[in-house]
């Protein structure tokens, strides 16, 4: 029988075959069979191609590494020719070759796999019953499958009495159940890049080691978690036995940390959430989180949960019904609205809630209470981000997708520090930054900058000079993209123009940054034919925030880096949901879908959308409320999810303004010092809790499905709102995610073919069309405002320095860290906690022997506001005279020092630049932690 | 007497120094290479010349060399491979030592032909003081103009560096020693890619042994179709064997390929027969890796023609009944040896430079020594020898790199043409432990797969 005439496809007169396209496939045989070749595949992935996970078994293999070829488990047999002479090769390595022919099962194949599995049991405990990953071991499934009955090989040297490592707060470890698979090794070099995991050893004595064989818990280990997910046994695994089958039913959520917007796989056991993996088939993290996706979701069901409506009595705050607070809350804000104006009245929403509840805060805000008075945390991050983009392209959100590290030659990371920060994408980052050219622009050495090729160290608060110096260059090096600037913006010549006239040395000198350098990195920018610039909060809380993005929106167009792979701009989102809390219109200029509320037109659509009355005005940004409250304009404030006494700047100006407030609710997931301050708190439900969509950084709408029923007492944020526009007249449907989301897809126009069942498990891009085709990347043939429009902007020196720096001679900027997020009221309640304990405040050895501050000193920084201790970390990661702190832990008050100064334009808080003055602490550190 | 090509002046007192080196005719291929040939013109005579890596596998040099690729602006490596580590092989230190300017004359030849402007000297740890020799004699060579910019005025760069290995036997193969060059752990890479398309930092390499480079040298002084002129068919030049055991005169033989077996071993000029007049019981031609030989198939085929001291005749027949020239490490044993203990020894070895990577070979090297280590010391079953048969199959071919099979040869040619005395071994192990089986019989046997 002529083989070749099985193949479906036609042979052409050449003898090469054609697919029924016309275009000519090479093919390549499994067991006699023609098969189409794909190009770059290996043997493994052309036989699972056609048949399958099943019919070759892996071990050393996994979906996100490289392939490795150690295990040799995955061998076939390769002949040149039909029942030719074989080879014995590596499925998983070799490539497929053209008309060769495969025989995957072969006789001698399946012994080899048997004799292979064999000897890995030879030094593999024998004890699946009492093991935590038995029934979901890869190492057991393999084994089943070849065939193994017993053991040939007499009693001998073993491992099985290596003892287990318990010492970290998450990861563990028996390396009596580890088979050499260089599995968790390759994670955490490819995955994660934090090298932490090692072979030592060689042959029979090849072991894992972490760092310098230390303990998890002494090593540089960031617990992501990869090694653990890797790990086919369970020789590294976790507290939680993720790999256990003991998990009854497991549900697809994002990740309520960063902007990253991680897929999880939640396991529950008994209503109750058990372990967290993160899904290998998710577009955004394949496979990886970071120790705050998989392990801190503890906090949800912590003790200390709200867990019922509170109501302010005579001082105190005790408990009620909600019947009862729903009532109290009605009838102030009636009154307040009666007596002086809807106006008197604010809301704050939230990034950490869902699309749909955001959604809902700014209807319930604009229509039943009838201001635009609407805000949220976007505010005091990325504000100047949405802003300054808008300006420029007309849209305020990132431009490409994180996928795009994959096409470009060259990255850009402005005032980010994405490991920390953003620790998936991050990883991503530090990844693509160990082998291609990167530019890093931050005042600190951050982990990005020691790998970067060029790290441009300025000083704080000196963005829109580095900008100017970068853009400076570009247009002295000839290396604009003249094609691109004529045809795609408007505003270059004036822009050129000014841009040249700028002093280059004065620039030098202001930012610190050494000119060559900064030429160097300009080029490396405009000559890497496709770059990607990637900004965080180090560029939008300044008091020029806006223009800095603005100008890094000028250096993706006079390059031409724009509307395609592997470019753009693409601001790193702090929270979950930062993009969605804009989109959904939580703003006082702009409703639902970015429409200006003073353009007669849109506020004629707003009216008819929401059937009511709006003002044709702007309302209040946060700052503004904040002075509205102190100067007896705001009365009422409803605060969905956010901790502004903690996480908002000059914080006896935010108490301050909250304490004149008639009426203070929150909504909150655990009583923190904002809530302290109400006269109301709702006990809301946390993302575990609940239905709905995040939009990540890269404006994908994901998922978010409820998990576990909410802690009892709680409800979904969504809930309380709908509850309470209905107390006040509306008539409203239960909070159900879909409705909701059906709603909002009528009136913004990038949600219009967004449909609750057909997000699927990867989540669409906005602008997503009414046909349902999403969006990767904006911008392509023309932008949202038509041309391109260059800004230039010059460099202003912030007024907190301006006024301050004479008598508070040190700059103190703020950082995040990996373990904690902003103000920690979740990782405070998670094992995180034990990792990393409290602040501290990095400080350059020669500032710190100035000062004769060592290694753990209390040290006092005081600012024209106030002044707090903190625990000296003394480190060359700032410069002299630069000081920089977390604020993750509330008994520090880092927000007692910084300052009311904001950005010109949209008014996010400049927490970067603070002028302060240091000494040793006399006084003992007021919130003094014991660590154990 | 055969011709000498590469040890003919070790000793001529102060061989080693640049001096004395240069006075007997010493860097004449580098002046004559980057005056007058073109680096293509070079690679021509290599290829002209049939010369064959020495290191072992035999591979031709000139076609090696012609696999690298050469993409615009990305630099190429030429690295010496001065891991000599398997058991028996130890002409690569005799020559470094002797007359250290031969390599470094060959490596600055060889890097010209191949268009590499650094190249490296990886040598074993074990060998320090031949590295200090090394690096004299680099030191000699810069000084005098053969090394560093513009060598001779010809606007060819060369820097030739020296680094050693820390004791780990996986690092004399290639992929290996390119990792642990490269300051990581010595694990072998997947190929492809291949070194000459991606290997030292990703960039195009060649990877030659010590004699291969030094070959360089008369074939670019004398011409290739001089050197192919010495030797027998696709076995062209002259080969250095270390030869060890129980011979009269052990020792570093530079031979010219193609004379009989019984000729290096019995005559005066080379081995000088068996020692104390035994017999000869067994040979290992090539190093430890390439399967034992009975005595009746050393000096002849079993075909029944003589056998030469070339690729094609050490290898004549097979594993079946042949074996290979390898590295040159010509093991002798006498009728008093024991072929079980023996290959334990060699078994021992292989587990402990095994690098742990692919699994056949961690496990299999380790469960390889135990039972034989079983059977040596009488402990034997008649099962443990189809059980030794059998993991060494699934070692062979099954690893990323050749280790795999280096370790696999040797048990399994032991077992092929030794068996009768592996089953009285474990039929007598009292006696074992006092006596040795001696010759084994006339015959060849057939073993499954």
């Known amino acids: 029988m002529d083989i070749k005439a099985n193949f479906k496809n036609k042979v052409s007169e050449s003898g090469s075959f054609s697919n029924n396209n016309g275009v000519d496939v090479k093919l390549a045989y499994i067991d006699n069979v023609p098969y189409e070749i794909k190009p770059g595949e290996t043997i493994l992935s052309f ?185 086919p046994t369970s020789a590294i695994s976790d507290i939680f036995e993720s790999k256990s089958i003991a998990k009854a039913e497991t549900t697809r959520t994002i990740c309520t940390y960063c902007g990253v917007g991680c897929n999880l796989e939640v396991a529950t056991v008994n209503g109750k959430v058990k372990s967290i993996q993160a899904p290998f088939d998710a577009d955004v993290n394949k496979g990886h989180t970071c120790l705050k996706g998989r392990f801190a979701f503890s906090f949800y069901n912590h003790p200390e949960r709200l867990r019922t409506p509170l109501i302010r009595k005579n001082g105190e705050l005790l408990p009620a019904t909600w019947d009862e607070a729903y009532t109290y809350i009605a009838n102030e804000l009636t009154r307040i609205k009666n007596d002086f104006g809807p106006d008197y009245i604010g809301g704050i929403s939230s990034a950490r809630c869902t699309n749909e509840e955001n959604y809902l805060m700014q209807k319930f805000i604009r229509k039943t209470i009838g201001t635009n008075n609407i805000d949220s945390c976007a ?490 201790d903190v625990k000296a970390h003394i480190t060359d990661e700032v410069l002299p005279g630069i000081l920089s702190s977390t604020f993750h832990f509330p008994d520090m008050h880092m927000n007692d020092i910084t300052s009311s100064v904001a950005d010109s334009e949209a008014l996010c808080p400049e927490y970067k630049v603070v002028a302060v003055n240091i000494r040793k602490s006399k006084g003992k550190y007021k919130g003094e932690k014991v660590v154990a | 007497m055969g011709r000498k090509l590469l040890i003919d002046k070790v000793n001529v007192p102060g061989i080693e120094t640049y001096d004395v080196y240069r006075k007997e005719g010493g860097y004449r291929s580098v002046e004559k290479a980057l005056k007058t040939m073109t680096p293509d013109e070079v690679v021509e005579e290599v290829k002209k010349s049939g010369l064959r890596g020495r290191g072992g596998a035999g591979f031709p040099t000139g076609m090696k060399w012609s696999f690298l690729a050469k993409p615009e602006g990305i630099p190429r490596y030429l690295v010496c491979n001065a891991d000599e580590s398997e058991p028996g092989t130890f002409k690569d230190r005799y020559l470094m030592e002797k007359i250290p300017h031969f390599l470094v004359e060959g490596m600055i030849t060889s890097s010209y032909a191949l268009g590499a402007n650094t190249s490296y000297i990886y040598i074993r740890g074990e060998y320090m003081w031949v590295l200090h020799i090394l690096e004299k004699a680099i030191a000699e060579a810069y000084a005098n103009g053969f090394l560093g910019k513009n060598i001779l005025g010809t606007g060819y760069n060369l820097d030739l560096h020296v680094t050693c290995g820390a004791g780990a036997y996986i690092c004399g193969e290639e992929t290996a020693l390119l990792e642990s060059l490269e300051g990581k752990r010595g694990n072998p890479r997947m190929k492809p890619p291949f070194p000459a398309v991606k290997g030292l930092w990703q960039s195009p390499t060649v990877v030659n042994n010590v004699e291969t480079i030094a070959a360089v040298v008369p074939i670019v002084n004398d011409g290739g179709e001089e050197y192919a002129k010495i030797g027998i068919g696709k076995s062209t030049g002259t080969k250095l064997i270390s030869a060890c055991g129980n011979i009269n005169k052990p020792g570093v033989y530079e031979i010219e390929l193609g004379i009989p077996v019984e000729e290096f071993l019995y005559s005066d000029e080379y081995c000088g027969g068996i020692k104390n007049g035994k017999k000869l019981k067994a040979c290992v031609p090539g190093g430890s890796s390439v399967p034992i030989i009975p005595h009746f198939l050393v000096c002849k085929t079993a075909k029944g023609e003589d056998r030469l001291m070339s690729y094609e005749s050490l290898s004549d027949g097979g594993f079946a009944t042949g074996s290979m020239l390898g590295s040159g490490g010509f093991i002798v044993y006498d009728e008093d040896q024991c072929v079980v203990r023996n290959t334990w020894n060699f078994a021992r070895f292989y587990r402990h430079e095994s690098c742990g990577q692919c699994s056949p070979c961690r496990e299999g090297t380790g469960w390889m020594e135990k039972v034989l280590y079983k059977i040596e010391t009488g402990h034997g079953q008649m099962e443990d020898i189809d059980l030794l048969w059998d993991i060494q199959r699934r070692i062979e071919g099954n690893t990323i790199c050749p280790l795999g099979d280096a370790a696999a040869w040797p048990v399994a040619a032991a077992i092929r043409h030794f068996r009768e005395e592996f089953e009285w071994h474990i039929k007598n192990p009292q006696l074992a432990q006092t006596k040795n089986y001696g010759l084994v019989a006339e015959k060849v046997f057939e073993m499954a797969q």
């Open chain 1, 47 to 231: 036989i699972r191609r056609n048949f399958g996970q099943e019919l070759v078994p892996t071990l050393c293999d996994a979906p996100n590494l490289e392939p490795f070829g150690s295990c040799r488990v995955c061998s076939v047999d390769v002949a040149l020719q039909q029942n030719g002479s074989v080879k014995t090769q590596a499925s998983c390595h070799t490539p497929v070759m053209e008309n060769s022919y495969i025989y995957p099962s072969s006789d001698r194949i399946q012994k080899l796999r048997k004799n292979i599995i064999e000897l890995v049991l030879t030094d593999h405990p024998l004890d699946c019953l009492t093991c935590e990953v038995n029934n979901n071991c890869e190492l057991q499934e393999v084994a089943a499958k070849v065939g193994i009955r017993d053991v040939r090989y007499p009693e001998g040297k073993n491992h099985l009495d290596r003892t287990k490592d318990l010492s970290h707060p998450y990861m563990t470890s028996d390396m009596s159940k580890c088979i050499n698979c260089f599995r968790c090794v390759r994670a955490c070099d490819e995955v994660q890049g934090q090298f932490v995991l090692s072979m030592a050893g060689r042959g029979f004595d090849s072991h894992i080691v972490k760092g310098s064989e230390v303990t998890f818990n002494e090593s540089d280990c960031v617990s992501c978690g990869a090694c653990a997910q890797a790990c």
């Open chain 1, 379 to 868: 505010r005091v991050c990325h504000s100047p981000t949405a802003l300054g983009m808008q300006r420029v392209f007309g849209t305020g959100a990132a431009t490409n997708s994180v996928i795009d590290l994959q096409y470009t030659n060259c990255i850009m990371v402005i005032g980010a520090n994405p490991t920390d920060a953003h620790p998936v994408t991050g990883a991503k980052l530090k990844q693509f930054a160990m082998k291609g050219p990167s530019i890093v622009i931050d005042p600190r050495r951050t982990e990005m900058a020691k790998y970067a090729t060029y790290h441009l160290q300025l000083k704080p608060g000196t963005n829109v000079a580095m900008m100017n110096m970068l853009l400076y260059y570009i247009i002295s090096e000839g290396l604009e993209d003249k094609e691109f600037i004529s045809s795609r913006t408007e505003g270059y010549d004036d822009f050129k123009k000014q841009i040249l006239a700028n002093d280059i040395d004065e620039l030098s000198k202001i930012t610190g940054v050494d000119k060559e350098l900064a030429r160097k990195a300009a080029i490396a920018y405009a000559s890497a034919g496709n770059a990607m610039s990637f900004h965080g909060l180090g560029v939008t809380e300044h008091s020029q925030g806006t223009y800095t993005v603005m100008l890094i929106a000028d250096l993706a167009m006079i390059t031409g880096n724009i509307g395609r792979r592997g470019v753009g701009v693409n601001p790193l989102r702090g929270q979950n949901n930062v993009q969605g809390a804009a989109d959904m219109g939580c703003q006082p200029h702009q409703g639902a879908g970015y429409y200006d509320v003073t353009n007669p037109e849109y506020h004629k659509m707003y009216e008819a959308f929401y059937d009511t009355k709006l003002p044709m005005y702007v309302g209040l940004k946060i700052p503004q409320m904040y002075d509205a409250a102190l100067d007896n304009k705001l009365k009422a404030l409803w605060l969905m999810g956010e901790d502004n006494v903690q996480t908002d700047p000059n914080t006896n100006h935010v108490k301050a303004a909250l304490g004149k407030l008639d009426l203070l609710v929150v909504q909150e997931i655990f009583m923190t010092e904002t809530a302290m301050l109400a006269h109301v708190v709702l006990p809301a439900a946390s993302f575990l809790e609940k239905s709905g969509t995040f939009t990540n950084g890269e404006r994908r709408i994901q998922r978010v499905n409820q998990v576990v029923q909410p802690i009892e007492g709680t409800k979904p944020d969504g809930q309380i709102i709908i509850d309470i526009m209905n107390k006040m007249g509306a008539n409203e449907p239960d909070y159900d995610a879909e409705t909701v989301l059906k709603e909002i897809s009528q009136i913004v126009p990038f949600f219009a073919g967004v449909k609750w069942n057909e997000l699927g498990d990867q989540g669409k891009q906005w602008p997503v069309l009414a046909d349902g085709s999403d969006t990767e990347i904006l911008h392509i043939d023309t932008f949202k405002r038509g041309l391109g429009k260059f800004h230039n902007a010059d460099w202003k020196e912030s007024q907190e320095l301006v006024i301050n720096k004479k008598e508070f001679p040190y700059i103190i900027t703020t950082n995040r860290e990996l373990e904690h997020y902003n103000c920690g009221t979740m990782t405070r309640r998670t094992n995180n906690a034990k990792i990393l304990t409290e602040d501290t405040l990095m400080i350059n050895p020669a500032d710190a022997s100035k000062h004769s501050i060592i290694e753990g000193d209390m040290v006092c920084v005081e600012s024209a506001r106030g002044k707090i």
